[in-house]
């Protein structure tokens, strides 16, 4: 409920101001590689594209479309380029249009771009709505942050078409970008690399993975997800907001050993459960994004009848200095480390090749009990 | 901009969001938005205050990269 209040007092700001509230302070996304924008609509037979780059546009229906990319450089052998669409939805249309003519040669570049969708941070394609929602709140309902015309309105982009889409991109991904959000364009790149190898060798694009690939598919696309999460909530004014969902938690120290620190919490609201790992930097929810002074795991979260939240954090990886009682700081999810999540999945693909794993088409799967925590449980039925 | 609260044009579906969500909040828009834009934001709940001004507040940027588009 807070969080809602907090983003609705943040539309009205912009409906009074009648301007963008910018609600990050470093650009979510990277700017675009040698961008193709798209616009791509559908009557229900035909789907039909409005293509630019840099120096030209194309248009075309169904296979011409796929024509019209290839003429504006979408080629498996080139670099990889970023495909700028206004919504997925559009994306989703050009990705059947590829599957309809798969052996066209622009397909197989479609049907990259329509792996990479699924990778947030991605460089390989950006979503002109869904990357401005990250920088941006407009003064309107959230409905209609989804539309692309309403973004050219608050941005007072004056072109239309695919143009204006690249314009709205470069406006998204300009300024300082978050640190480490280079790794996603390291990780197209492999991916990029690995789908032209692919593809000499002479596998199709349009084949379905194996159940492995799809194993390792379904890791890798979440690892993503939880990265580009932990990645944002060093930007201060992400953590700002996070603030009033409990995933940050602004505090003061009112004790600390060697080995413990118990925090309280400004406000009592948390998301951070007994047994996590959790770090910490000093000060506030906006000085997000500096060193961290405090990491561990959560030992217990209590709250009094006053309705003060504490929270112990123990177990950390060495000796908890230069904190002392009053010290201000903000507790966070313990930060991803892609490096980390590699390692994992090296781990992972490893079992899989080997062994009765059922997921390799080995065995069959053992039923096994375990406890779910609640919010996985209800996220789980809202699918 | 056409858009806006208390602006001639209103965004009617936003007007019905942000009722629901000061109702809910045991408040009214009109309160909010007068306590809001009077610089004076109480009696409201924090939240709100806190997303109206957080525009204001100044963010310290760390040192980071300023990416260019290759070729740019």
Not at chain 1, 159 to 178: D, F, H, N, W
Not at chain 1, 284 to 312: F, H, K, S, W
């Amino acid at each position: 409920m807070t969080r809602n209040l907090f983003d609705l007092g943040q539309r009205l700001r912009a409906a009074h101001t009648g301007q963008p509230v910018e609600i990050a302070a470093y650009a979510p996304v990277l700017p675009p590689v040698n961008p193709i924008a798209c616009e791509v609509d559908t009557d229900g037979e035909h789907i039909y594209l409005t293509a630019a780059s840099d120096t030209a546009t194309a248009t075309g229906a169904d296979r011409a479309a796929l024509a019209a990319l290839a003429a504006l450089g979408a080629d498996l052998t080139a670099p990889h380029r970023t495909l700028v669409v206004g919504t997925a939805r559009e994306a989703g249309l050009l990705a059947s249009l590829a599957h309809q003519y798969r052996g066209d040669p622009a397909a197989a570049v479609v049907g990259w771009w329509d792996q990479r969708i699924d990778y947030p941070g991605t460089e390989a394609v950006h979503v002109v709505t869904e990357a401005a929602r990250r920088r941006w709140v407009l003064g309107v309902h959230p409905d209609r942050e989804r539309e692309t015309a309403t973004w050219r309105e608050w941005l007072g982009v004056t072109g239309t078409g695919p143009q204006a889409l690249l314009t709205i991109a470069r406006m998204t991904a300009s300024g300082s970008t978050l640190l480490d959000l280079l790794s996603a364009a390291r990780a197209d790149a492999d991916s990029w690399e690995r789908h032209q190898k692919r593809i000499t060798a002479g596998r199709d694009w349009w084949m379905p993975d194996s159940r492995i690939d799809a194993a390792m598919g379904l890791v890798a696309r979440s690892h993503a997800a939880e990265w580009y999460e932990s990645l944002r909530m060093n930007d201060p004014r992400v953590a700002l907001a996070s603030a009033h969902d409990g995933s940050v938690v602004p505090g003061t120290v009112v004790a600390v050993t060697d080995w413990e620190a118990i925090i309280e919490a400004d406000q009592p609201l948390s998301r951070l459960r007994v047994d996590s790992a959790v770090e910490a930097w000093r000060g506030e929810p906006i000085d997000a994004g500096g060193g961290i002074c405090l990491n561990g795991r959560v030992q217990a979260a209590t709250i009094d009848t006053n309705a003060t939240l504490r929270v112990t954090v123990g177990r950390p990886d060495r000796k908890i200095k230069g904190i002392d009682v009053g010290s201000r700081l903000c507790l966070r999810p313990a930060s991803v480390d892609s490096y980390m999540q590699a390692n994992g999945r090296s781990l992972m693909a490893a079992k899989l090749f080997r062994g009765s794993n059922w997921i390799a088409g080995r065995g069959a799967p053992v039923a096994r009990r375990g406890t779910v925590p609640l919010d996985v449980v209800v996220a789980a039925a809202s699918d | 901009m056409t858009t806006g609260i208390g602006k001639p044009t209103l965004d009617p579906a936003l007007t019905t969001l942000a009722e629901r969500l000061c109702h809910a909040a045991g408040t009214d828009l009109p309160t909010a938005l007068t306590a809001l834009t009077s610089g004076n934001p109480t009696g409201i709940p924090t939240a709100l205050a806190a997303g109206w001004e957080a525009t204001d507040v100044i963010i310290p940027i760390h040192p980071t990269l300023d990416l260019e588009e290759p070729g740019a």
